[in-house]
């Protein structure tokens, strides 16, 4: 559908990501210089001047599973490890809010508003290093360009590209449940009450007119909710008051990242139904992420004393039992980036993805690249 | 006025698509067929009067000969033309005409597809039969394809391509198929909220442009010579199709409308937004004293649902159905 969406989606996952992981470091007392290193390399490569130009092209949405991959590599773009029931509570954190701010948003301009606040808050995290502060302006200045002249029915196809991305999605979320947003059976609560969005006027009204155009008739109807008078417009430039809250940290000292992983299983009304048939058109996608992935740098791990692990869970016992019992349904299927063993599988793949960037256009020997690229991801 | 009846069961849930419920009645059978798109995938229903026996069926958007797809669907729809009926299915790579059961595939168009994807989307979305033998479908440049329908068989033809609005087609429709009484027949709405009035034919003449206020116009239905169209601003308004004299507006809705129809034998009009409600109004058009009434009658809440797409089940208005965003079922009403 829209071939302007990916941008949103990445920009918008990667700020709930970064919300998630600083709130951990936190929590698990990780030495400020090390969890401020985590933070400014994941952010860099984020904003890495080649990869922001081969997101802002015009395409279409990845696949699940082929946007997991991207933020599996984020993710571990630092001396930071996650291992795999951690990367995906953080996935599963991650894609539940995204899924909440699309939805709630008031009119789908908003989604825009939601976005910067996101890019507020990575300015914040980054404002004492002028060098990746410098690219998350850079970041300001191209959403700008790109997003603010679209009109509403071009931000509704782009919200709807990435409500079918979400469709079907409804685990539950321990903060969602207890704040009241989401009901037990994983979907979200729409309240009929609270503001109406800007340029919408309040339902209740019929206003009849004359052949010349003089109001001859005014009714009022019950609208079956509690709505008030629009709020002011948030600022679409690269400073101002968002005035929507969506898309700010939810996470702090007081409200943690809830480790505990609420009984997703057979109890949940819906399942993402996985598609377990081949894809033919993997291998193009394959290519569009190699180019991706070619702009994501792998950062050097350093010596291994840097390195640490950041667990999503209370207890390590809760991360393995974690990982054990999570639902088929649920898993993501992506290809494993094991850390903490495969290096050297990791490098490979590194390589291979450079090389994919380097090859350019489609040639016959890249199409059996293709193959092994994919046969060695299944496999890992 | 309306309680809740048994839902339906549907295999995927509904994705968020303006108009994205269809229905047809078939008397003869007792049976109505139901259609409501999933990503890349039509569900299809068929359900017996008598409430006992349910048939599904899974169309997917592809050319002919190519094994899969991963093509969007954007709506699908019947549509009823004297001598047939069909339907209408609209993706990002094209049109696909099936026989209203979707047995068969009666129709493929292709779109213009660039090799590599362009800033501006494309896709087909918005269906309408018109008069005896056409069926128009909008497209996101803003163009409009006429295909001429044969009163059976497959010898579809392009006849037309209406090249007026400058966004996205959102919706078309029509009334007055088959009878010469109507000036207007046809109406298209884009995502600017422009509205086109034509009359059909060998060539299509257009009647009347009705300017938007850069408020997209996700549903548009006409009636009585009227346009009657839903907006993203929640607002519905009425208007004189020929002339577009402002008869009515109405405040109607707190978020986006997805959907609107009319039960053309007793002047009710459906409304459904993102907002979870959907509202049951009566029109009441004259077209002698040119005055265009609007009452509100119901309320209904589908709580923490968006709803995308809410029909009549039959020309007076007895019994709805709505669907919603990740919603598996379709719920239906019936009058009290």
């Known amino acids: ?380 | 006025m309306y309680h809740k009846e048994k839902s339906i069961q549907i295999k995927n849930s509904a994705s968020a698509l303006y108009n994205n419920l269809s229905v047809l009645r078939i008397a003869p059978r007792r049976l109505t067929y139901f259609t409501v798109v999933h990503a890349n995938v039509v569900n299809m229903v068929s359900a017996s009067w008598d409430g006992l026996n349910y048939s599904h069926r899974q169309l997917q958007s592809k050319e002919p000969n190519v094994a899969t797809s991963t093509s969007l669907i954007m709506q699908a729809a019947f549509c009823v033309l004297p001598s047939r009926e069909l339907l209408v299915i609209t993706s990002q790579k094209g049109i696909q005409m099936y026989e209203s059961d979707g047995s068969i595939m009666v129709y493929w168009h292709a779109l213009d597809t660039p090799e590599t994807p362009s800033a501006q989307a494309v896709f087909a979305r918005g269906i309408s039969a018109v008069w005896e033998n056409y069926i128009c479908v909008g497209v996101s440049s803003g163009s409009i394809l006429v295909f001429d329908v044969p009163s059976k068989g497959s010898n579809i033809t392009l006849s037309e391509v209406l090249e007026e609005h400058k966004e996205s087609i959102t919706d078309i429709a029509s009334e007055c198929s088959g009878s010469q009484q109507c000036i207007a027949d046809l109406v298209s709405a884009d995502d600017g909220g422009n509205l086109c009035v034509w009359k059909s034919g060998e060539e299509f003449q257009l009647l009347n442009k009705i300017p938007g206020f850069d408020m997209s116009c996700s549903s548009v239905k006409l009636w009585k010579g009227t346009v009657v169209a839903g907006y993203g601003t929640g607002q519905i308004r009425l208007y004189e199709a020929v002339t577009g004299i402002l008869h009515a507006e109405v405040n109607a809705h707190a978020r986006w409308i997805y959907s609107l129809d009319i039960a053309p034998f007793s002047g009710l009009l459906l409304s459904a937004a993102e907002d979870s409600l959907v509202r049951v109004w009566h029109l009441t058009v004259s077209q002698e004293t040119n005055s265009v009434e609007v009452a509100h009658l119901h309320n209904e809440c589908v709580t923490d649902t968006q709803i995308c797409g809410a029909r009549f089940c039959d020309g007076d208005g007895y019994a709805f159905a709505v669907t919603g965003y990740d919603l598996s079922e379709i719920i239906r009403y019936t009058q009290t």
Request: net charge neutral; glycine share 6%; aromatic share 8%.
């Open chain 1, 1 to 380: 559908m829209s071939s302007r969406t990916l941008p949103l989606l990445f920009i918008n996952l990667g700020g709930e990501m970064l919300y998630i992981l600083d709130q951990r470091l936190r929590a698990q007392n990780i030495p400020a210089d090390k969890a401020k290193k985590v933070m400014n390399d994941i952010i860099t490569t984020m904003f890495n001047k080649k990869f922001l130009e081969e997101l802002f092209k015009p395409q279409e949405l990845y696949s699940k599973k082929a946007l997991r991959t991207v933020f599996d590599r984020l993710a571990h773009a630092s001396i930071m490890r996650l291992n795999q029931a951690s990367m995906d509570k953080l996935y599963d954190l991650m894609t539940m809010a995204f899924k909440y701010q699309v939805l709630l948003c008031l009119r789908p301009k908003d989604i825009l508003l939601v976005s910067f606040n996101h890019m507020d808050a990575i300015k914040d995290f980054v404002k004492d290093t002028p060098s990746i502060l410098s690219l998350v302006d850079e970041t300001y200045r191209q959403l700008i360009e790109m997003y603010t002249s679209l009109s509403h029915g071009e931000f509704q196809l782009i919200r709807q590209t990435l409500l079918i991305f979400f469709q079907d999605m409804h685990i539950r979320v321990s903060i969602f449940l207890k704040d009241k947003v989401q009901n037990s059976n994983g979907r979200f609560v729409l309240p009929t009450s609270g503001p109406v969005p800007h340029g919408t006027q309040v339902p209740g009204l019929i206003r009849m007119f004359s052949c010349t155009g003089e109001e001859v008739t005014r009714l009022q109807f019950n609208n079956g909710g509690n709505y008030t008078a629009g709020l002011r417009e948030g600022s679409f430039e690269m400073f101002g008051d968002r005035v929507t809250k969506l898309g700010t940290n939810m996470y702090s000292v007081s409200r943690p990242v809830e480790t505990h992983m609420s009984g997703t299983s057979k109890s949940s009304a819906q399942h993402t139904k996985v598609n377990t048939a081949p894809n033919p058109l993997a291998k193009e996608e394959l290519n569009l992420l190699a180019k991706l992935m070619g702009g994501l740098e792998v950062q050097k791990t350093g010596n291994a004393d840097s390195g640490f692990r950041v667990n999503l869970f209370a207890t390590d016992e809760e991360e393995e039992e974690a990982l054990i019992t999570r639902p088929d349904e649920l898993s993501y299927g992506v290809i494993n980036i094991q850390a903490t063993k495969d290096h050297q599988a990791n490098a490979e793949l590194a390589k291979i993805m450079g090389e994919f960037t380097e090859s350019g256009h489609q040639s016959p020997s890249a199409s059996s690249k293709g193959d092994d690229l994919l046969a060695m991801m299944d496999g890992l």
